[in-house]
Nanobody
Framework: QVQLVESGGGLVQAGGSLRLSCAAV????????MGWYRQAPGKQRELVAT???????DYADSVKGRFTISRDNAKNTVYLQMNSLKPEDTAVYYC??????????????WGQGTQVTVSS
């Protein structure tokens, strides 16, 4: 069984930075696309950024130029560097990974979520 373990959330002032980490642990053959999503109170979960195993990235327009997603395939870990944070970035951030088993179809898993709060 594969699980995602997140870390790095917290409270920061507007304009500050935070770095989130998410490690896939367990019996892993391969991990495909990894990504970060967020959910603010009263809102739907939304895509923040994704990265393929080869390093191709995609970002929500709201975070382009401020956030950077990266990954370490050897460690099955994905990172989200968040700079120039704004109060509207406040949300619970969830890690997502597409797990590729030795046999069978790939499937998505989610982390437990980590709170990011940006004060004005």
């Amino acid at each position: 069984q594969v699980q995602l373990v997140e870390s790095g959330g917290g409270l920061v002032q507007a304009g500050g930075s935070l770095r989130l980490s998410c490690a896939a642990v367990g019996s892993i053959f391969s991990i495909g696309v990894m990504g970060w999503y967020r959910q603010a109170p009263g809102k739907q979960r939304e895509l923040v950024a994704t990265i393929t195993r080869g390093g191709s990235t995609d970002y929500a327009d709201s975070v382009k130029g401020r956030f950077t997603i990266s990954r370490d395939n050897a460690k099955n870990t994905v990172y989200l560097q968040m700079n120039s944070l704004k109060p509207e970035d406040t949300a619970v951030y969830y890690c997502n990974a597409n797990v590729i088993p030795i046999v069978g179809r790939s499937y998505d898993i989610w982390g437990q979520g980590t709170q990011v709060t940006v004060s004005s």
